[in-house]
């Protein structure tokens, strides 16, 4: 199992400011997500960041809204910058399992509650 | 592609009843299938999984899931809810890609 770590765990920010959300896993780990959970919907995947690469974004989300950085295999942070009330969500931090038997299977950060006033 | 479609945006049942909660997946290649439960101001756990092999499986918290291919779905059930069972709950499909593809998620709602 991989145990993640969040910061902040909440926040209240003002319109055009930006925010920048930390995670750290006890494990190295090749690729960790970035998710999106708006109020009372799913998870959407922001992007995957790769250890040594660009990461990776899933449509409708760009590198200049949502810069990630991913600088060792054990931490990442991601930006939201210019925020506007719609980024109000919780932002969560994912690794996929690598132990025997967690392939495939997520393990998630607690998440970051940001509020954009 | 995968998709998957959780039907009921919320489930409420009594203590002691029967938890049932609906999930239907596509997927081009033989999936593997996840439940996830989000309780209030935390992140995402696993329930349970389904990879290969039997197509019952058994996860924490006396929930367990049935694999069906020719229905295509993966449905969650607890034979009795407790009041600690209220939660979010998300299917989810891993069908290749590196992606993992979430439902819209259940509010399950248990009444005393």
């Known amino acids: 199992s991989a145990v993640i770590s969040q910061k902040p765990s909440r926040d209240i920010c003002q319109r055009g400011t930006s925010l920048t959300i930390q995670c750290q896993v006890d494990s190295q780990v090749t690729m960790m997500f970035w998710y999106r959970q708006q109020p009372g919907q799913s998870l959407t995947l922001i992007a995957t960041a790769n250890q040594g690469s660009e990461a990776t974004y899933e449509s409708g989300f760009v590198i200049d809204k949502f810069p990630i950085s991913r600088p060792n295999l054990t931490f990442s942070t991601l930006t939201v910058s210019n925020m506007s009330p719609e980024d109000s969500s919780i932002y969560l931090c994912?690794?996929?399992?690598?132990?025997?038997?967690?392939?495939?299977?997520?393990?998630f950060g607690p998440g970051t509650r940001l509020t954009v006033l | 592609a995968q998709s998957v479609t959780q039907l009921g945006s919320h489930v409420s049942v009594s203590e002691g009843a029967l938890v049932l909660l609906r999930c239907n997946y596509s997927s081009s290649v033989p999936p593997y299938l996840f439940w996830y439960v989000q309780y209030p101001n935390q992140g995402l756990q696993l329930l349970l999984k389904y990879t290969t092999g039997a197509t019952l499986v058994k996860g924490i918290n006396g929930f367990e899931a049935e694999f069906k291919k020719s229905e295509t779905s993966f449905h969650l059930t607890k034979p009795s809810a407790h009041m600690s069972d209220a939660a979010e709950y998300f299917c989810?499909?891993?069908?290749?890609?590196?992606?993992?593809?979430f439902g819209a998620g259940t509010r399950l709602f248990v009444k005393a």
């Open positions: 989810a499909v891993w069908g290749g890609g590196f992606k993992t593809i």
């Open positions: 994912s690794v996929e399992g690598t132990g025997t038997g967690t392939y495939n299977e997520q393990f």
